[in-house]
């Protein structure tokens, strides 16, 4: 994987403006390496300290609210692969599995909490907090509250089993999004229509081409993303960062790159993917603002497989989208 400090140093991901100083990052850091290899034996690697919120293979969002006494908000997100659930807590309870069953989400469900216990002993105001809610997320609820509550530990992790990510915020008290609580009562039943709801919006997705849309304009992603969303599994990134992370995390079968984007703009974007070797040969499309011949004979000498002109009526990049897929599955 490209490291985080080789790509843009000054670049910042919006969500990570409120992330706590890099050496109380490296002491978390270090304690979720050292809790996992002694429940799991395993040797992580942390491998961003400024995680985006990127979607990594089949996820499962697991997510743990505390009030301190003084009715201050303390949120635990655990996002974990579903493959690293299968290979540890299956293996830890003789249960062999190809995807995360309600006995094997149980104890993980037990197990993550043992994780945070652990780590909230670093928090003093965390020493008498009492558990809210315990819930689990699909992908699209933890974006929202990703995206709604800046993270102040915002971890990603490369077990050598599955990706792993912890990121913690702490806010005043404010009404939860949606996502399936789990209470005692309802505890067997909550996990197996989460899982039910998981796979199906997995299979779901696994049945779609991956799109990467990379454009730091918010207003631009969210209109390609409704343009693309009913056809494709659309993936979004703002800066060059966070997109060469989600290649590395999602990979896509094909990246529409913003030409124009400021610290890190899309040629030297471009100029990263070809010369990974993992990543030379996904396909990435060009969207810029500029079509003179000047500035349109820049991009054809980057050698993209091809560009298309932001101001294209959107049902005409809709269909150049789709002819390109065409084009490529004759």
């Given at each position: 994987m490209i490291e985080d400090q080789s790509i843009v140093s000054c670049e910042t991901v919006k969500q990570c403006e409120k992330l706590l100083p890099d050496e109380e990052q490296a002491v978390m850091g270090q304690a979720i390496i050292s809790r996992l290899h002694t429940m799991f034996q395993l040797n992580p690697k942390l491998i961003s300290n400024c995680y985006g919120g990127e979607k990594f293979g089949n996820g499962i969002y697991y997510r743990l609210i505390y009030i301190t006494r003084e009715k201050k908000r303390w949120e635990f997100m655990l996002i974990f692969e579903e493959q690293l659930i299968v290979s540890t807590i299956g293996n830890v309870i003789e249960m062999k599995s190809e995807s995360v069953n309600v006995m094997i989400m149980n104890v993980a469900r037990y197990t993550a909490r043992q994780l945070v216990e652990h780590l909230k002993e670093h928090f003093a105001e965390l020493h008498d907090a009492k558990i809210k809610e315990e819930q689990l997320l699909t992908y699209e609820q933890f974006q929202k509250v990703f995206e709604k509550h800046s993270p102040q530990f915002s971890l990603l992790f490369d077990t050598g089993k599955g990706y792993f990510s912890y990121c913690m915020t702490t806010s005043d008290m404010v009404p939860s999004e949606d996502g399936i609580t789990i209470i005692t009562e309802n505890a067997m039943t909550a996990v197996e229509?989460?899982?039910?709801?998981?796979?199906?919006?997995?299979?779901?997705a696994s049945q779609k081409k991956k799109v990467l849309i990379v454009d730091d304009s918010d207003f631009m992603l969210a209109m390609m993303q409704k343009l693309l969303e009913n056809d494709y599994e659309v993936l979004t990134a703002t800066s060059g960062l966070s997109a060469i992370r989600s290649i590395t995390l999602n990979r896509p079968d094909l990246v529409l790159l913003d030409y124009e984007m400021p610290v890190c703009?899309?040629?030297?974007?471009?100029?990263?993917?070809?010369?990974?070797?993992?990543?030379?040969?996904?396909?990435?499309?060009?969207?810029?603002?500029?079509?003179?011949?000047?500035?349109?004979?820049?991009?054809?000498?980057?050698?993209?497989?091809?560009?298309?002109?932001?101001?294209?009526?959107?049902?005409?990049?809709?269909?150049?989208?789709?002819?390109f897929f065409e084009k490529i599955t004759v």
């Open positions: 229509n989460y899982l039910k709801q998981n796979k199906a919006e997995s299979i779901a703009k899309g040629n030297q974007v471009l100029e990263m993917i070809r010369s990974e070797e993992d990543f030379a040969d996904i396909p990435i499309i060009f969207l810029t603002s500029k079509v003179d011949r000047e500035s349109v004979k820049k991009v054809i000498e980057l050698k993209p497989n091809g560009y298309l002109s932001k101001s294209l009526a959107p049902e005409l990049i809709k269909k150049e989208v789709d002819n």
